[in-house]
C-alpha cells in the first residue's frame, strides 16, 4: 500500500508540535511513520471549504439548488423578516430596563430558517438561545414571542425562561430553547436515537453558536451521534461574535472539520446564504434517512452582505417575490410586532400559584397546602 498523503501545517500556533514534522490525518503512533486515512480528500475539501449558492455575476448551478414550492420560500422569507423584527424589539426591551437580556440574532436568520426550512413537519428541532427563527420558520405567531420575551400569563413557560428561549407547542416539534451551552446537542441526538429504535424517519436538527464548540455537551452529543449513526444534523453557527469566549480555530482549522475526528459528515457553508444552508440540511436528512448517519454543518455568517436583502435578491430575480411586495411584506411583519408587543405588555403576571400548579401533573397534599397558603396570604380565598 502507498504511504498515503500527508498535510502540511495550516496555520500557525498548535504548540508543542514539532514543526519539521509533517501533520497525518488520523491514527495512533509517531507522525513520521505512514498511516492510514480516516477521510478523503474530498471530505477535506466539504469541511473546510465554503459552499455559496446565492447567485454571484447573476449566475447560479440550478442541480446544487435545493428545492421548495414558491409558497415555502415566501413563507421562509416572512420568518426571516419576523425574526429581525423581534430582534429589534427585544433589544429595545433590554435598553429600556423592561428584559433582563437578549442574545442578539440579527444577521443569523438565513441560517437558522434555511435549516428548518429543509426538514419536513414530523423531523425535531432543538434550538439554542439564538434560535427565535426556528419557532417562526414552523409557523409560530410572533405574539408568543413577544409574550415569552415579557414573561408574561400567556407565556407557555409562565415566565420561567430567561428571554429568547421559548417553550413552544409540542405540535411544532420544536424542543425548549435552551440557554446553556451546548446541552441541545445531547437531546437531540436522545430523540434521534429514540426515532431510529422505533424505525420512524424523523430527523434530529441542533442548532448552536460556536462558542458552544468547546462545550462538554458538544463532544457527547456529537460522540454518541457519531457511535449510533443517528439521523442528526448539528448545524454550528459561527458569526465570530464570540472569538474571545471561544478558540475552536486556533485547535483546528474550521470547526466542520471537527467532524472528520467523530467520523460523521462535516461541510462548511456560506451562513448568510439562505440556499446554501437549506441545501446542505436537505441532504444531511437524506444521508440520515438513509441510515447514513449524523452531519455536522458549520455555517458561517457575516462577510457575505444582509443575509435578508441577500434572499430577498435573488427571490425578485425568480420572480417568487417581487421587490414591491417585499417591502408590503416587511411593513406587515413590522406592524405586527409591534401590535403584539403593545397588546402583549397589557397582559398581567402568570398568576402566582403557577409556581406550585406547574410542577406536578397532579399536585401531592403538600403542595396543594402551600397553594391554598399562597393564596391566603395574596388576600384569596382559599382553594375549595
Not at 97 to 113: C, K, Q
Not at 146 to 169: K, S, T
Not at 196 to 221: C, I, N, S, W
Not at 367 to 374: G, I, M, N, S
Request: charged share 25%.
Amino acid at each position: 500500500m502507498a504511504a498515503p498523503k500527508t498535510i502540511p501545517p495550516r496555520q500557525p500556533g498548535l504548540a508543542g508540535l514539532n514543526s519539521s514534522v509533517p501533520l497525518v490525518r488520523a491514527g495512533m503512533g509517531t507522525p513520521e511513520v505512514a498511516e492510514i486515512e480516516a477521510w478523503t480528500d474530498e471530505d477535506y475539501r466539504r469541511a473546510t471549504g465554503l459552499v455559496s449558492l446565492l447567485p454571484k455575476d447573476g449566475k447560479d448551478d440550478r442541480a446544487l439548488l435545493p428545492v421548495f414550492e414558491p409558497a415555502a420560500l415566501r413563507d421562509a422569507a416572512r420568518a426571516m423578516l419576523g425574526a429581525r423584527a423581534l430582534d429589534a424589539v427585544a433589544r429595545e426591551l433590554v435598553k429600556s430596563d423592561r428584559i433582563g437580556s437578549y442574545a442578539e440574532t440579527a444577521g443569523t436568520e438565513a441560517a437558522v430558517v434555511g435549516a428548518v426550512a429543509a426538514l419536513s413537519p414530523d423531523d425535531v428541532v432543538a434550538p439554542g438561545r439564538r434560535d427565535a427563527g426556528a419557532a417562526l420558520a414552523r409557523g409560530y405567531p410572533v405574539a408568543g414571542l413577544i409574550a415569552q420575551l415579557l414573561g408574561n400569563a400567556h407565556d407557555l413557560a409562565q415566565g420561567r425562561r430567561i428571554p429568547g428561549c421559548p417553550v413552544l407547542p409540542r405540535a411544532l416539534n420544536v424542543l425548549p430553547a435552551s440557554s446553556h451551552a451546548a446541552t441541545q446537542l445531547p437531546h437531540a441526538a436522545g430523540v434521534a436515537w429514540a426515532a431510529k429504535m422505533q424505525k420512524r424517519p424523523t430527523v434530529a436538527l441542533a442548532l448552536f453558536e460556536a462558542m458552544e464548540v468547546d462545550a462538554e455537551d458538544f463532544h457527547t452529543g456529537v460522540n454518541f451521534a457519531a457511535v449510533f449513526r443517528l439521523p442528526t444534523i448539528f448545524v454550528c453557527i459561527n458569526d465570530g461574535k464570540n472569538d474571545d469566549k471561544t478558540a475552536p480555530l486556533l485547535t483546528s482549522e474550521t470547526i466542520a472539520v471537527r467532524a472528520l475526528a467523530y467520523g460523521i459528515a462535516g461541510v462548511r457553508v456560506d451562513g448568510g446564504d439562505f440556499l446554501a444552508v437549506a441545501a446542505a440540511v436537505q441532504a444531511a436528512a437524506e444521508r440520515a434517512r438513509r441510515g447514513d448517519g449524523a452531519t455536522l454543518i458549520e455555517a458561517v455568517v457575516g462577510g457575505g452582505g444582509d443575509a435578508v436583502e441577500r434572499f430577498a435578491g435573488w427571490l425578485a430575480a425568480e420572480k417568487i417575490l417581487a421587490p414591491a411586495a417585499l417591502a408590503s411584506m416587511r411593513k406587515e411583519v413590522d406592524a405586527e410586532v409591534r401590535a403584539a408587543l403593545a397588546a402583549e405588555e397589557k397582559v398581567g403576571p402568570p398568576a402566582a400559584s403557577s409556581i406550585i400548579d406547574s410542577v406536578l401533573a397532579r399536585p401531592t397534599a403538600a403542595l396543594e397546602w402551600q397553594r391554598d397558603e399562597l393564596q391566603r396570604v395574596r388576600g384569596k380565598s382559599p382553594r375549595t
